[in-house]
């Protein structure tokens, strides 16, 4: 055998045990050779990760949808090459290997108790099988929010081919003023299409509401339609390039019920062709950002008006 010890190390966190959003980790992987010895790879792999049974629940005006399946959800994930410059032939003694990354500064939505935060090792050898380890690390969620991040301003671009029912391609660009909104204010939307296309489309707004109750080992998350835009103005000819504004007053959004589980609000724009054989919705835009911070009791999720008709704007 040629490799006694294959182990990782890492420092502990200044003043507490727990790692916590934005802090950086610093370790070594160490490795012992009895024998001098060829390594083509050895890299550090940090996650953060939560399995869980999901049942998710889609509320509409006829009923209701619901699929329920295991999963696993990655808070992050860090990969990092500790052989700078490719494979190496290693001296017989013990070698050590520093690493350093970063955890995200972000809100990682979880039950605690069966979230997962692991620092892994992989060393590969030729003509013999993979060596891994394993360690884990604590980690606290911040109490507090890094409202910066949430006043940063969001830009996705979209491109889409017709094919079935026209010819041409139609580019979108949605603009957001900041990635996260108080009840009383407005959100302001910016979308420049460029429509060069055989088929005129028109832009459709909503906002759903998406209602997440963590339980040990299991996540309900029920999503509903709130608010929704239905201007027959807003054409966009084929050949054309035009810029929609939309003002959305966030007042109208449902207000919070008291209770246990999260409350965020999801912005949906797409763009739909205005032929009536052309039914598919296309160029898809979701900010996934939480717009109103809100609670809502778990046990009148489904008795409070929650499949009513959304309101327009």
Same mark, same amino acid.
């Given at each position: 055998?040629?490799?006694?010890? !294959?182990?990782?190390?890492?420092?502990? #966190?200044?003043?507490?045990?727990?790692?916590?959003?934005? +802090?950086?980790? /610093?370790?070594?992987?160490?490795?012992?050779?009895?024998? @001098?010895? &060829?390594? %083509?790879?050895? =890299?550090?792999?940090?996650?953060?990760?939560?399995?869980?049974?999901?049942? +998710? #629940?889609?509320?509409?005006?006829?009923?209701?949808?619901?699929?329920?399946?295991?999963?696993?959800?990655? !808070?992050?994930?860090?990969?990092? $090459?500790?052989?700078? *410059?490719?494979?190496?032939?290693?001296?017989?003694?013990?070698?050590?290997?520093? !690493?350093?990354?970063?955890?995200?500064?972000?809100?990682? =939505?979880?039950?605690?108790?069966?979230?997962?935060?692991?620092?892994?090792?992989?060393?590969?050898?030729?003509?013999?099988?993979?060596?891994?380890?394993?360690?884990?690390?604590?980690?606290?969620?911040?109490?507090?929010? $890094?409202?910066?991040?949430?006043? @940063?301003?969001?830009?996705?671009?979209?491109?889409?081919?017709?094919?079935?029912?026209?010819?041409?391609?139609?580019?979108?660009?949605?603009?957001? @003023?900041?990635?996260?909104?108080?009840? +009383?204010?407005?959100?302001?939307?910016?979308?420049?299409?460029?429509?060069?296309?055989?088929?005129?489309?028109?832009?459709?707004? *909503?906002?759903?509401?998406?209602?997440?109750?963590?339980?040990?080992?299991?996540?309900?998350?029920?999503?509903?339609?709130?608010? /929704?835009?239905?201007?027959?103005? +807003?054409?966009?000819?084929?050949?054309?390039? #035009?810029?929609?504004? %939309?003002?959305?007053?966030?007042?109208?959004?449902?207000?919070?019920?008291?209770?246990?589980?999260?409350? &965020?609000?999801?912005?949906?724009?797409?763009?739909?062709? *205005?032929?009536?054989?052309? @039914?598919?919705?296309?160029?898809?835009?979701?900010?996934?950002?939480?717009?109103?911070?809100?609670?809502?009791?778990?046990?009148?999720?489904?008795?409070?008006?929650?499949?009513?008709?959304? &309101?327009?704007?």
């Amino acid at each position: 055998m040629t490799i006694k010890t !294959f182990l990782i190390e890492h420092d502990e #966190v200044d003043g507490g045990t727990h790692f916590t959003n934005g +802090d950086t980790i /610093q370790g070594r992987v160490i490795v012992e050779i009895l024998k @001098e010895a &060829e390594i %083509k790879s050895l =890299t550090l792999i940090a996650k953060g990760y939560e399995n869980f049974h999901l049942t +998710d #629940v889609f509320l509409t005006s006829y009923g209701s949808r619901r699929n329920s399946y295991p999963t696993v959800e990655f !808070f992050y994930k860090v990969k990092q $090459d500790l052989l700078k *410059t490719g494979p190496q032939i290693l001296g017989e003694g013990r070698h050590t290997f520093p !690493f350093s990354f970063k955890i995200p500064d972000k809100e990682m =939505t979880t039950s605690s108790n069966w979230a997962h935060h692991q620092l892994k090792a992989k060393l590969k050898q030729p003509r013999k099988r993979d060596k891994k380890v394993k360690t884990k690390f604590l980690f606290q969620q911040k109490e507090d929010t $890094d409202e910066f991040q949430h006043m @940063e301003p969001q830009h996705v671009c979209i491109e889409h081919n017709f094919k079935s029912c026209g010819s041409g391609t139609v580019t979108m660009n949605v603009y957001t @003023e900041q990635m996260a909104y108080k009840a +009383d204010e407005t959100l302001n939307i910016k979308v420049e299409i460029n429509n060069q296309s055989t088929v005129s489309v028109r832009p459709k707004f *909503t906002i759903y509401r998406k209602q997440k109750i963590l339980l040990p080992r299991q996540r309900i998350i029920i999503t509903s339609k709130v608010l /929704q835009n239905l201007n027959k103005a +807003d054409i966009i000819a084929a050949n054309s390039r #035009v810029t929609v504004t %939309k003002t959305i007053p966030l007042e109208k959004l449902p207000g919070p019920i008291c209770g246990v589980a999260k409350n &965020e609000y999801q912005l949906k724009v797409c763009l739909k062709p *205005t032929r009536k054989f052309a @039914e598919q919705r296309i160029l898809v835009f979701r900010d996934n950002s939480e717009l109103v911070p809100q609670t809502l009791a778990q046990l009148a999720l489904m008795n409070n008006g929650m499949n009513r008709q959304p &309101e327009y704007f």
